[in-house]
């Protein structure tokens, strides 16, 4: 946690206020990073109205990452 901490510019305390331990904060992370997949799988597909159509930039984003460019 240290390391994190001095990554981020943190107090190791002001980690530990919000996460008890590494798995929490990994949890958090991984999460927050699957909420973002998700999110750009949304939009991706929603500017289609057909279903193959609709496949083909989730798939995409899915396979190439989520660089926001489809």
Known sequence: MNKVAQRVGLNVGTIYRYHCSKDDLLFAVFLDV??????????AASEHVVAEARLRPIWFVVKHGFSGTW
């Open 34 to 43: 699957k909420r973002d997949i998700y999110a750009t799988m949304i939009k």
